[in-house]
Nanobody, 116 residues
Framework: QVQLTESGGGVVQAGGSLRLSCSAS????????MGWYRQAPGAQRELVAT???????NYADSVKGRFTISRDKTYTTVYLQMNSLKPEDTGVYYC??????????WGQGTQVTVSS
């Protein structure tokens, strides 16, 4: 059973920064992808950034150059450094991982609010 614990959300003024963390408890299950999605009020959940265990990270065009995804060496914790935040970055941010069987797992979400 994969369990995800997120932290780091909060309220920040436009132009500010936040860092999100997601720690995965996976037992013996290996992960092949870790990343972040977000959902604004009234909108669909959308990809923010993903990082496969091998290969290049992927970012939404709206966050390129402002957000950076990274992970620890054990590939059990993923981070999202968010700089130059904008009001349109407001939403609930969800940690997302995919295991080697292809199953998707989601965190409970952490609220990010950017005030103008």
């Amino acid at each position: 059973q994969v369990q995800l614990t997120e932290s780091g959300g909060g309220v920040v003024q436009a132009g500010g920064s936040l860092r999100l963390s997601c720690s995965a408890s996976t037992g013996r299950i290996s992960l092949r992808l870790m990343g972040w999605y977000r959902q604004a009020p009234g909108a669909q959940r959308e990809l923010v950034a993903t990082m496969p265990i091998r290969g290049d990270s992927n970012y939404a065009d709206s966050v390129k150059g402002r957000f950076t995804i990274s992970r620890d060496k054990t590939y059990t914790t993923v981070y999202l450094q968010m700089n130059s935040l904008k009001p349109e970055d407001t939403g609930v941010y969800y940690c997302h991982v995919r295991d080697w069987l292809g199953n998707a797992h989601w965190g409970q979400g952490t609220q990010v609010t950017v005030s103008s």
